[in-house]
């Protein structure tokens, strides 16, 4: 069987991404060392062509990764790390993300990509005294904020915890400050030492 006949069956005629049932090709996921059914899903042309081109990205298109990334094929787990990482400065993808689990073997492959970087070398995130940030890391704020559209101040001094980065803005981090999450510049922010 070929792969492309293999993974028809596999997803039964349908978008392993979105489920669409048309203009179904074969996408093999990056980089791409052994071709076959396991390194590669069935996808829509819809889901390639804003793969392949970010500039035309619809985000709410995606929504659809709320059910394909609990999917029990790895490529498929892959590929929806990989947009909802791309995609989280929207928020929601964010959420997804934390509840994402890959292991180790699949976190490195999802995090690879075709040119033998890796998706967290191609931006970096600096506080205002060039420390580099990572997810997960508590920031404290050096200047008050006002916070635009939640009517409050995130005032100097305040801890942020559990930070998440945003994948493509390397001045924009993401957290929580009085319940509600927020993007904040990394200028105003500095990392707290472990």
Known sequence: MTTEQTLMQRCESKCELCGSDSNLGVYEIPPVTNPGPDNSIMICDVCCGQI???????????????????????????????????????????????MLYLDDELLEWAKADGDGQTVEDSVKHLDSNGAVLEAGDTV??????DVKGANF????????????????????????VDGQRIVILTRFVKKQSK
């Open 140 to 145: 404290t704020l050096i200047k008050d904020l």
């Open 153 to 176: 101040t995130a005032k100097r001094g305040t801890s942020v915890r559990g930070i998440s980065l945003v994948a493509d803005n390397p001045e924009h981090i993401e957290g929580r």
């Open 52 to 98: 392949g081109n970010p500039e035309s990205m619809d985000v709410n298109h995606w929504r659809c990764l709320n059910d394909s990334m609990w999917s029990r094929v790895s490529a498929v787990q892959v590929m929806a790390w990989r947009m909802l990482t791309r995609l989280s400065a929207e928020g929601w993808p964010q959420d997804l993300l934390d």
